[in-house]
């Protein structure tokens, strides 16, 4: 593999850009590449000593890609708005007592899956995946209320449904994390909420009660206000690192308000399982990426030796 | 030098909106420019020029263009735009205000 082609392929595994930008910078990087490459032979280098002059004289693929990203990662704030616009609407959903209505619920979940379905025919911009990880929710929250059916119903159920569900969330997961991993984690930011507030709300009898809703409702539209405020400043964000602590931070604080709330039925052992599904959720995206490409790489220099 | 890199970081957006408020170019050749006009003094690491020439771009101060030359080849060509100029005016007002009251207190007139 020739010099040129390493750094401009170093520098595109670390852009994870829109694929125009990404192309035409890399593109542009080649041709500087090419004729730096070009300047130096004319002045006496052989090829190879030119491939490796130029790779120094470009600097870090690493360190150009990191300042290119961050150049682009900004969304604008209506871009944050957009992102943010379905935990609002779940938020709203439980301030304003919505649950009660079934009209609203049905309402809601149009505008989720119209949102995503926009989102994704329209180049699948950072605002999609809070919206697309609501289209998920009802497929995971219906397992584990399946748990709850009376009798030896409920396993039998849910053991069939589980596993498909799981396949579901991992499938999409997967083709997401092959865009960008952050992505991912910002789409699975609401599941331990979600997880969360339908084991604190656990009554001795079973699955929760309207007076319990009714009580609860207040803090858990809280804590979806703070997922909005969550990915609005994801959007915002330059830096990766920053946005992925954004993430976490403030996830684990929602989870914090669920487990400190008067009568919660999550045990410290219970917390500690969510924090934990919160960081395998999260960070569990940046290794799925990590192995995806490190697949890819293979199957190309498999048929690149093929080829040859 | 730390100080040095500095002042290069804080002054490359204006060398480069300076550079291409005189003639539409490309990266390569604006590091080949900027070596020569300083005489050797600006010698960047060439793969950091892109970012800051995106960053002018994505702040409307810059405009690229693909063009395809005579021999076929391909190049993406920048040009200043009219906030880019206007930006440019502004920021050469303040360097060079900024430089006199540095050159008066580093250099005083003898009285």
Redesign the interface.
Known sequence: MSANSSYADN?KHHLRLDTAVEN??V???R??IE??KHELIESGLSEKEASTAVTR?????E??AR??Y???SQGSWVQAIFAALPHLLVAAFFALHWWQSTLWLIGILVAVIGGAIYGWSHGKPAWLFPWLGYCLMPVIAVGILLVYLPGGWAWLAASAYIPLVLLIVFSVTKKIARKDWVFASLMLLPVPIMVGWILALEGQHGFLSYEQLYEFAPLIALSFAVLALTVASFIRIRQRWLKVGVLLVLEILVLAIMALSGKSSINPGGWVGLVLLALILILGPALLEKYLRRADTKSLNLSRKSVR | MKYERELLKGSTDTLLLSLINRQFT???KIIKELEKGSKGYFQF????L??AL??LE?AGLLE?KWQRLPTG????YYYITARGQKALAERMAVWQNFSAAVAMIMQPASS
């Open positions: 520098l035409c910078v593109r542009e990087i041709d500087h004729d730096k004289f470009m600097g870090s693929p360190l150009v300042q290119i961050e150049v682009y | 490309y990266g390569y690491k060439e793969g950091t892109y970012p995106h960053r994505k690229g080849q391909e190049r993406r």
